[in-house]
């Protein structure tokens, strides 16, 4: 069974560097053409897609978050992280990682962050 569990600081300031880390089981994050994603989901709006670091490590991002964003990993631990910089009140949103294989077939529960003063 896969699991996918986001963990992460659930309050930020804006103009700091939001962290979050997606802690995978069940799965390796290095297994040939299974890449793994982030999504958020800001409230009342719809889902948007982040990021993805593919198995061989090589990233991608929204061209609309791409200044900000940064996606890496930590094979020893299983686990992917994000980093989404200068952050503002507009990034309030759930967070989710989910794996991408036959679509986005596994996801975690989601995170609330909320970006704050």
């Known amino acids: 069974q896969v699991q996918l569990q986001e963990s992460g600081p659930g309050l930020v300031k804006p103009s700091q560097t939001l962290s979050l880390t997606c802690i995978v089981s069940?799965?390796?994050?290095?297994?040939?053409?299974?890449?793994w994603t982030w999504i958020r989901q800001p409230p009342g709006k719809g889902l948007e897609w982040m990021g993805v670091i593919e198995h061989s490590g090589n990233t991608y991002y929204s061209p609309s978050l791409k200044s900000r964003t940064s996606i890496s990993r930590d094979t020893s631990k299983n686990q992917f992280t994000l980093q989404l910089s200068s952050v503002t009140p507009e990034d309030t949103a759930v967070y989710y990682c989910a794996r991408l294989w036959n679509g986005m077939d596994y996801w975690g529960k989601g995170t609330l962050i909320t970006v704050s003063s």
């Open positions: 069940g799965d390796s994050i290095t297994t040939n053409f299974h890449h």
